[in-house]
């Protein structure tokens, strides 16, 4: 059981960290004119500060790892929950 929670829980979080993370900005065509706009998250929930596009190449690392993790703990505690006939 333990182990499906935190599966479960993995999964969730490295999910929500691949959606929030900041997008790379959009280049724009300006003439010299243009303030440096933030980015904003995949979802568009979130508008982050100027220059924090560099966080998305590690927020997209941990967030697969997570989602990975996450899912090989799911599949392990379906697989290792035995037979009925062996339970004591």
């Given at each position: 059981?333990?182990?499906?929670?935190?599966?479960?829980?993995?999964?969730?979080?490295?999910?929500?960290?691949?959606?929030f993370a900041p997008a790379p900005g959009e280049?724009?065509?300006?003439?010299?004119?243009?303030?440096?706009?933030?980015?904003?998250?995949?979802?568009?929930?979130?508008?982050?500060?100027?220059?924090?596009?560099?966080?998305?190449?590690?927020?997209?690392?941990?967030?697969?790892?997570?989602?990975?993790?996450?899912?090989?703990?799911?599949?392990?505690?379906?697989?290792?929950?035995?037979?009925?006939?062996?339970?004591?």
């Amino acid at each position: 059981m333990r182990r499906r929670v935190t599966g479960a829980t993995l999964t969730i979080l490295g999910v929500l960290i691949l959606f929030f993370a900041p997008a790379p900005g959009e280049a724009g065509g300006c003439d010299g004119g243009c303030h440096n706009y933030g980015s904003t998250s995949l979802t568009g929930l979130i508008h982050w500060p100027p220059g924090s596009y560099n966080l998305f190449l590690p927020m997209l690392i941990i967030g697969v790892a997570l989602v990975v993790t996450g899912i090989v703990l799911l599949i392990k505690a379906k697989r290792s929950r035995g037979s009925p006939g062996t339970a004591r």
